[in-house]
């Protein structure tokens, strides 16, 4: 019989709760998305057709630095300098960009030329001379992979994971100069920038990779929306590439400024059309519409009151109670300012079905006088219900909710008259939610929801689909040249 002492109780009590904590973490690793992102092979293609475009600037803009060096020719040594080295004309007549499952994305360029234009000068113990040069490079191949993953903090992160280079021709031409210079330094400049090419443009191609991934790293995975809100857009796990396409699963989880705590509820599991007619597709679930909910009740955005001010604009005054309860209306010989307060007891239900976004709003509501001396003078106090239904748009990158009253539901609690009817009460409260209330709400949730941050990008023609839990955005992309120039995605397809 074996005896367990209390070190041995205490060592096993360690690994129960290192087995739940590792369980806990696994759990929380593989957690459910409140935000889906697909770029499928139409998108891929767009956006290789807009990088190429933007590396040819960018090639053309390069400045290089100047080198120099030693080489023998017979018994004479030469000496040599190669300066103003920059690119006159790149083409890319041939590219093509393709999803590689399980690692990222694959991209070749054939057919590629360029060229080139230095000065060159050089010197021997008997003479001196210089000129230029021209560099045609025709028939570049080169074929990189990129893969892709998620860092520890939840930022997509991306290396080189296999470049391949292969140059058909490079001529060198020579300007100016005495005829054997030209035939020494031609042959030793072809062989040289071949040499170097081969050795470097890979890579110089890593090294960039290698920048794109700090500047991933530095991009902020939490955003802004508006004084009250932002949203958590790291990624809960790594991006699942595919034939057709590549998933990126977000947290989607919205918050008030300032306080992260989570959610009481997890988003539940929910997937994207198996379709790849547009560049994009954007899955929204319920979760995220909830904590949204969650965040602005928390931040106070549905505690309204209508002021005086506010009730002028509006044009509530007491004279309106005479078509919806009389008593009222009655009490004031001169129509009053009638001042609401609406404060929400709980964060708004969110409920996601076929073609509708519902909203009920439940909370309780003073209404009150403002009489002609500036006083206030109470009139009554209930529990409201009220259901709306959330329009949704989307507007430069954002997902507009707007709120439109569709049921009102009202008990009371107390009032200075006694009314024979709590739907007369009832149909009054439902104008001034509508022509007052709801405005206000929707003014405060008029910043939207930012869904991309792409740069000089703006979405084309989207369709919002909704369905049980979710709704699903298909959408293509423009893209807007920084100089005013204009790249259609729609002039090459």
Known sequence: MLLTGPCDKGEKMLKTWYSFLLCCLSLRLEANPGLKVRITQKGLDYGSRIG????????LKETFPSWSGQESFSVVKVNYVISRLRIN??????????????????????HASATISADWRMNTWLLKDQGGITVSISGLFIAVIFKVSRDSTGHLSMLLHNCQLSINSLKVKLNGGSSWIYSFLSGYLEKYIHAKLDKNLCLNIKYKVQLMDAQLKKHKVLSQIDAFAQIDYSLVSSPAVFKSHINLDLKGTVYPVGNHTEPPFVPAPFGLPNQGDSMLYLGVSSYFIKSASLAYYRAGV?????????????NLNTALFKDFVPEIALSYVTACP??????????????????????????CVEVFAVLPNSTTQYIFTGNLTASTRGNLTITKQKLIISLLLKRLQFSLLHSILGFPEISLVENFLSYALRSAVIPVINDKLGKGFPLLNLAHTTLTR???????????????????????GDEDLHSHS
Request: aromatic fraction near 6%; proline fraction near 5%.
């Open 338 to 363: 009638v001042l609401l307060k609406l404060m929400a007891t709980s964060p708004p239900a969110v409920s996601l079905n076929a073609d509708r976004c519902i909203l009920q709003i439940t909370g």
């Open 302 to 314: 549905f505690n309204i009151t209508i002021s005086k001010e506010l009730a002028t604009t509006f």
């Open 89 to 110: 004309a790149v083409d890319f007549p041939e590219t093509s960009a393709s999803f590689i499952p399980g690692t990222g994305v694959s991209l070749s360029v054939a």
């Open 52 to 59: 190429m475009e933007l590396l040819k600037q960018a090639v």
């Open 462 to 484: 989207p369709v919002i689909r909704m369905n049980q839990g979710h709704l699903v955005i298909s959408t293509d992309v423009h893209y807007k040249r920084e100089e005013g």
